[in-house]
C-alpha cells in the first residue's frame, strides 16, 4: 500500500498558498486523460460514498459532542497508559542529578517506591487529560468549522494551514484551562517524594498552602507549552494526511477501506507527534519544575534552568509524544468510524478556483 515515503522528505506541509496553487495548478494540467471506464468506476466510488449512512450531519450538535468523546478517550487512555514514562520524565526535568536518564529514572524509582510507585499520578493524570481531550478536539472541530465558515470557501483551502493552526490554538486555549488544575497535582504527586500519593491526598494539602491559585498558577506556562504543540499536532497531521494520500498511497483515500484509512491517520499522528515533542519541551520543562515550587514564577524557573537546562528529557518525551500522538489520532478517528461521524476527505481546490486559474473550462 506504502510504496515509497521518500518524496514526502521532499514535501514542506507548510506551503504558502500562492506555491501550493502552483503545484496544485501543474499537476492538474499534466494529468492525463482518463479512460471512459476509469472514469466511470471512480463516479461510482464517489456516488456509493456520497450514499454511505452518517449517524448526524457534519457540523450538528451531535457530530461536536462525539467528537468530543472521542477526545475523551485519545487523551484520558493515552496519557493515563505511559505516566510510568511521565513520571521518569517529570523526575529527570525536575531532579536531573538524581535520575540520569531514563533507564537510571525507572531503576532509581522502583528501587525507592517499588512497582506500584511507577503509576503515582494516574488519577489527576486520567481526570485532567479527559477534560483537556474533550475541549481540544471538540473545540477544534467547531473553530475549524466557524473559520473556515468565515474565510470562504476558496479562502480556506487557499490559507488551510493557517486555519488548521488558528482553530487548534482557540481550541487549546480553553482546553489548558480544563487541564490546568490536575496538571499541578500530577506534577506534585510525581516529584515531590511525601508530599502525597494520592489526588484526595494532593488538592486538599495543594489548597490549604497556597489557595486557589497552586491549581492555576502553570497555566500560562501550559499555554506556552500546549498551545505550539496541539498547533503543530493539528496542522501537521492535517498536511501530512494530505500529503500521503497524495504522494505515497497509491490510491484516492475513497478507495481504500477503513483499516487503510486508520493505518494513513496511524503515521500521520506519529510523524506529527515528533515535531509536537521538540516546540513544546522547553515549556513542559518550566511547568514540571513550577509545579513542584513554591513562589516561583515561569520567568525565574526559565532563567535558572538555562537553554541547556529546559531541553533535558526531551528523548524521553519524544518517544512517549510521538506514540501518543499517533495513538490519539488512531482512537480519535476509530471513534469516529464506529459512531459513522462525517469524515471530509483531504481538501481539493474549489472548482470556482479552478475555473479563476483558468485550469477548467
Known amino acids: 500500500m506504502f510504496s515509497s515515503v521518500a518524496p514526502l522528505a521532499r514535501l514542506n506541509p507548510f506551503h504558502a498558498p500562492h506555491l501550493q496553487l502552483q503545484q496544485d495548478g501543474v499537476s492538474l494540467r499534466r494529468r492525463p486523460a482518463e479512460p471512459a471506464e476509469a472514469a466511470c468506476t471512480r463516479r461510482s466510488l464517489a456516488a456509493a460514498s456520497a450514499e454511505e449512512e452518517y449517524s448526524c450531519e457534519y457540523g450538528s450538535l451531535k457530530f461536536y459532542a462525539l467528537c468530543g468523546f472521542g477526545g475523551v478517550l485519545s487523551c484520558g487512555l493515552t496519557h493515563t497508559a505511559v505516566v510510568p514514562l511521565d513520571l521518569v520524565k517529570c523526575r529527570i526535568q525536575v531532579d536531573p ?10 531503576s532509581v524509582t522502583v528501587r525507592e517506591d517499588g512497582v506500584r510507585g511507577l503509576a503515582k499520578g494516574w488519577a489527576p493524570t486520567f481526570i485532567g487529560y479527559s477534560m483537556q481531550g474533550l475541549c481540544k478536539f471538540g473545540f477544534y472541530e467547531i473553530f475549524k468549522v466557524l473559520y473556515g465558515n468565515m474565510l470562504g470557501e476558496e479562502n480556506a483551502y487557499l490559507w488551510r494551514t ?20 490536575m496538571e499541578a497535582a500530577k ?12 489526588l484526595r491526598q494532593a488538592a486538599p494539602k495543594m489548597f490549604a498552602e497556597e489557595g486557589i491559585w497552586a491549581f492555576y498558577k502553570g497555566v500560562a506556562p501550559l499555554w506556552m507549552r500546549q498551545i505550539p504543540y496541539t498547533m503543530m499536532k493539528f496542522a501537521c497531521f492535517e498536511r501530512t494526511v494530505e500529503a500521503l494520500y497524495k504522494y505515497v498511497v497509491p490510491k484516492p483515500r ?20 515528533v515535531f509536537c515533542a521538540i516546540v513544546s519541551h522547553p515549556a513542559d520543562s518550566v511547568v ?6 513554591k513562589g516561583s514564577s515561569a520567568g525565574e524557573v526559565l532563567k535558572r534552568l538555562g537553554f541547556k537546562g529546559v531541553w533535558k528529557g526531551l528523548f524521553a518525551r519524544i518517544i512517549m509524544i510521538g506514540t501518543l500522538t499517533a495513538l490519539q489520532w488512531f482512537i480519535y478517528d476509530s ?6 461521524l462525517p469524515r471530509p476527505p483531504p481538501p481539493e481546490m474549489p472548482e470556482s478556483l479552478k475555473r479563476k486559474l483558468g485550469l477548467i473550462e
Open 97 to 106: 542529578q538524581k535520575y540520569k536518564s531514563i533507564f537510571n529514572g525507572f
Open 162 to 181: 493557517s486555519l488548521y493552526l488558528a482553530a487548534s490554538a482557540s481550541a487549546e486555549f480553553f482546553a489548558d484551562i480544563a487541564l490546568a488544575p
Open 187 to 198: 506534577v506534585r504527586i510525581q516529584t515531590q517524594p511525601g508530599y502525597a500519593n494520592t
Open 254 to 273: 475513497s478507495e481504500c477501506s477503513k483499516g487503510e484509512q486508520l493505518v494513513v491517520t496511524f503515521i500521520a499522528g506519529y510523524i506529527a507527534g
Open 288 to 293: 514540571s519544575v513550577l509545579n513542584k515550587e
Open 335 to 340: 471513534v469516529k468510524v464506529y459512531f459513522k
